[in-house]
């Protein structure tokens, strides 16, 4: 398995950005797909993004198409969400997440540790 930290979590307005980031260890890192997922308060984890070992394909939730973008860096073994325009129920734990296939259908086994996400309105 590989290991994933979470960064970049923090509070924000509505209509502001945050950019996450996620570092894996290991030399693997370009062998998996990786995606982001959210869990909100009382409600179950949900999927929000997901790219390709590569990063030429990419799959995001409906409720975040057009405002959050994911990408990785294999060299550096880093993943990244880029959020603008977050919205109040946009916030939740995002936690990274390594080995789910794409289209997405499940989570894959490795998960960080989650950073927490809070938009105010």
């Known amino acids: 398995q590989v290991q994933l930290v979470e960064s970049g979590g923090g509070l924000v307005q509505a209509g502001g950005s945050l950019r996450l980031s996620c570092a894996a260890s290991?030399?693997?890192?370009?062998?998996?797909?990786m995606g982001w997922f959210r869990r909100a308060p009382g409600k179950e984890r949900e999927f929000v993004a997901a790219?390709?070992?590569?990063?030429?394909?990419?799959s995001y939730a409906d409720s975040v198409k057009g405002r959050f973008t994911i990408s990785r860096d294999n060299a550096k073994n880093t993943v990244y969400l880029q959020m603008n325009n977050l919205k109040p129920e946009d916030t939740a734990v995002y936690y990274c997440?390594?080995?789910?296939?794409?289209?997405?259908?499940?989570?894959?086994?490795?998960w960080g540790q989650g950073t927490q996400v809070t938009v105010s309105s």
């Open positions: 290991g030399r693997t890192f370009n062998m998996y797909n």
């Open positions: 790219i390709s070992r590569t990063g030429a394909i990419t």
């Open positions: 997440n390594a080995g789910l296939p794409l289209p997405p259908g499940r989570s894959g086994d490795s």
